[in-house]
């Protein structure tokens, strides 16, 4: 899917973009603000006219006819896109992790097939349900939860968020689960959520800190943060085992991105924790031996890549990640991933 920036072309994941290649050895690969804008509801009372400001009341973040009518718009802009390979069709529909993943495949799309998708489907949602929380203050966001006629019969959760009123709702993350992973949310007597703010102290992990403690744990699989899983021991286990072969070396770097269109979203589960979205900037630099050289690359990883490989390689990928972040009473503080989709945006070769 794709667009980190609406109506602009994708910039990095967070901050300038830094270069592809690691600036020196492995031991230095370690690595807006939104605009407030207030809604003003005037409203005659019998002791005069009385100002509700939109930035402190605490409101659903859509109607349901509003959050279906986003879907639909969402779905058109994505089919649009991905049919032509042009990633401008849904650059304001997509945003964040999901933006900047859709952008790269459909550039690498584009490459590959600049006449369009020869193998073209549209996305199609059935049997859709939204999880709309009530706050104060932008950025307002919710989830919808489908079926689809793609992604191996998985549930669809994406994450629409928007910072204004004069923007379109976009599609920031994107979960697949299956129907019996997804959790209970607490609501309210009128089925609205609990958003869970960014600095909560109430789970065992505050929605901030995930991106940058993931960061850290993937360097060696140290500390008690996460639950062992695929994409946490097991991941940690698969990179040592690949980091050195006959004649290839793989140096991994792994970044926080918790800013901006890439901050992370929770809401509050009925078992007191929480669903939170977040995403992470992960390198891979392969360097072949004098004498070896890199392994064939897919025409995908080829379309994405500057410069001659030679001697090396490093790619580039966003990742989002949706875990569940136990209440900070649970008896078992361990964070737990419930998926994680990865996509390459860009590569270097040397």
């Given at each position: 899917?794709?667009?980190?920036?609406?109506?602009?072309?994708?910039?990095?994941?967070?901050?300038?973009?830094?270069?592809?290649?690691?600036?020196?050895?492995?031991?230095?690969?370690?690595?807006?603000?939104?605009?407030?804008?207030?809604?003003?509801?005037?409203?005659?009372?019998?002791?005069?006219?009385?100002?509700?400001?939109?930035?402190?009341?605490?409101?659903?973040?859509?109607?349901?006819?509003?959050?279906?009518?986003?879907?639909?718009?969402?779905?058109?802009?994505?089919?649009?896109?991905?049919?032509?390979?042009?990633?401008?069709?849904?650059?304001?529909?997509?945003?964040?992790?999901?933006?900047?993943?859709?952008a790269a495949r459909l550039d690498a799309g584009h490459e590959i097939s600049p006449s369009g998708n020869p193998s073209y489907v549209p996305l199609e949602f059935t049997d859709t349900r939204f999880t709309i929380p009530k706050k104060a203050g932008w950025p307002r966001w919710f989830v919808a939860n489908a079926d689809a006629n793609k992604g191996q019969d998985a549930r669809w959760l994406l994450v629409f968020t928007r910072s204004n009123v004069a923007e379109p709702w976009a599609v920031a993350y994107l979960t697949l689960l299956d129907a019996d992973d997804v959790p209970a949310f607490k609501t309210d007597k009128?089925?609205?959520?609990?958003?869970?703010?960014?600095?909560?102290?109430?789970?065992?992990?505050?929605?901030?800190?995930?991106?940058?403690?993931?960061?850290?744990?993937?360097?060696?699989?140290?500390?008690?943060?996460?639950?062992?899983?695929?994409?946490?021991?097991?991941?940690?286990?698969?990179?040592?085992?690949?980091?050195?072969?006959?004649?290839?070396?793989?140096?991994?770097?792994?970044?926080?991105?918790?800013?901006?269109?890439?901050?992370?979203?929770?809401?509050?589960?009925?078992?007191?924790?929480?669903?939170?979205?977040?995403?992470?900037?992960?390198?891979?630099?392969?360097?072949?031996?004098?004498?070896?050289?890199?392994?064939?690359?897919?025409?995908?990883?080829?379309?994405?890549?500057?410069?001659?490989?030679?001697?090396?390689?490093?790619?580039?990928?966003?990742?989002?990640?949706?875990?569940?972040?136990?209440?900070?009473?649970?008896?078992?503080?361990?964070?737990?991933?419930?998926?994680?989709?990865?996509?390459?945006?860009?590569?270097?070769?040397?």
């Amino acid at each position: 899917m794709s667009r980190v920036s609406r109506g602009r072309s994708p910039r990095s994941p967070q901050t300038p973009r830094r270069p592809l290649t690691p600036r020196t050895s492995l031991g230095l690969l370690r690595r807006s603000a939104l605009a407030a804008a207030s809604v003003t509801v005037l409203s005659l009372a019998a002791s005069g006219c009385v100002v509700v400001h939109g930035e402190r009341e605490v409101l659903p973040a859509a109607t349901p006819t509003e959050a279906a009518e986003a879907l639909k718009d969402f779905t058109a802009a994505y089919n649009k896109a991905d049919k032509a390979y042009d990633r401008g069709l849904d650059a304001d529909y997509v945003t964040g992790a999901l933006g900047a993943i859709d952008a790269a495949r459909l550039d690498a799309g584009h490459e590959i097939s600049p006449s369009g998708n020869p193998s073209y489907v549209p996305l199609e949602f059935t049997d859709t349900r939204f999880t709309i929380p009530k706050k104060a203050g932008w950025p307002r966001w919710f989830v919808a939860n489908a079926d689809a006629n793609k992604g191996q019969d998985a549930r669809w959760l994406l994450v629409f968020t928007r910072s204004n009123v004069a923007e379109p709702w976009a599609v920031a993350y994107l979960t697949l689960l299956d129907a019996d992973d997804v959790p209970a949310f607490k609501t309210d007597k009128d089925g609205f959520a609990e958003p869970v703010p960014a600095n909560s102290t109430e789970l065992a992990v505050a929605p901030e800190d995930l991106s940058k403690d993931y960061a850290t744990f993937l360097m060696d699989g140290s500390g008690d943060v996460f639950a062992p899983g695929v994409h946490t021991s097991a991941w940690v286990a698969q990179r040592k085992k690949s980091a050195i072969k006959p004649g290839l070396v793989t140096q991994y770097i792994d970044e926080p991105l918790g800013k901006g269109d890439f901050a992370p979203l929770g809401l509050r589960t009925a078992d007191g924790g929480a669903l939170v979205f977040f995403a992470t900037h992960h390198y891979e630099k392969q360097t072949a031996a004098q004498g070896t050289s890199i392994p064939a690359q897919s025409n995908s990883v080829l379309a994405l890549t500057t410069g001659e490989i030679k001697q090396s390689l490093t790619l580039e990928f966003v990742s989002n990640q949706a875990v569940l972040d136990p209440g900070r009473g649970a008896a078992d503080k361990g964070v737990e991933f419930l998926s994680r989709i990865q996509g390459l945006t860009a590569a270097q070769g040397e």
